[in-house]
């Protein structure tokens, strides 16, 4: 999902009120909260896309004040998976395309927690989220979609694209069957586990 962005503001008595900011193609190396967090009861959209910024530098306190934030734009950046978010429960729109996400769990994870009411999610152009456009094949392209909507089921839009109420169920089925598996696994392990205890320790009784 691509974004031209231009600052639209409204004018009040005192100040400027801005309801969209844009420091896209700034070369910068660090958020500039001085200007930003001069809109906290009017900023709805912020663009920081197509500079440099990265994760030593995102500081969740701050950016969490924007309290009627809807749209966050970082597009073309060099933030990771790792990168952490503050808990923004206004954000319904997250727009991360061409960064350097690779582990696609723990950014899932982070995005799930930290904005409870998205709908809206585009990674396009990360190694975390394969496509046609960079080297994934069709079946990468469909698991990463099912795992994404399996993790975040009030997501309406994944990159480019609606997501379904067919694929959503397909999804759910999915990661279920897996969840179900795991499980199973895990209490195979752990009773494995559990005997192989108990015959170390009758062999010690055994052994005394």
């Given at each position: 999902m691509d974004h031209q962005s231009s600052g639209q503001h409204s004018q009040t008595s005192q100040a400027p009120s801005f309801q969209w900011l844009s420091f896209a193609y700034q070369g910068l190396t660090e958020i500039p909260y001085e200007t930003i967090l001069t809109q906290t009861e009017s900023?709805?959209?912020?663009?920081?896309?197509?500079?440099?910024?990265?994760?030593?530098?995102?500081?969740?306190?701050?950016?969490?004040?924007?309290?009627?934030?809807?749209?966050?734009?970082?597009?073309?950046?060099?933030?990771?998976?790792?990168?952490?978010?503050?808990?923004?429960?206004?954000?319904?729109?997250?727009?991360?395309?061409?960064?350097k996400i690779n582990n696609l769990p723990v950014f899932v994870e982070e995005i799930k927690r930290k904005f409870p009411n998205i709908k809206i999610l585009s990674m396009m152009n990360n190694e975390a989220a394969p496509s046609y456009f960079n080297g994934g094949s069709l079946t990468q392209y469909k698991d990463y979609r099912q795992y994404v909507i399996s993790q975040i089921p009030g997501l309406e839009i994944l990159d480019d694209t609606e997501v379904l109420e067919k694929e959503r169920a397909q999804a759910r089925k999915t990661y279920r069957l897996q969840q179900s598996r795991q499980n199973r696994r895990k209490r195979k392990e752990d009773s494995a586990k559990k005997h192989t205890h108990m015959q170390n320790k009758s062999s010690a009784i055994i052994g005394e």
């Open positions: 900023l709805e959209v912020l663009d920081l896309s197509n500079n440099l910024l990265e994760d030593p530098y995102w500081n969740p306190a701050l950016l969490g004040r924007l309290e009627k934030l809807t749209t966050l734009i970082l597009d073309c950046n060099n933030y990771s998976s790792h990168i952490k978010f503050p808990y923004m429960p206004s954000v319904t729109t997250v727009c991360i395309n061409k960064n």
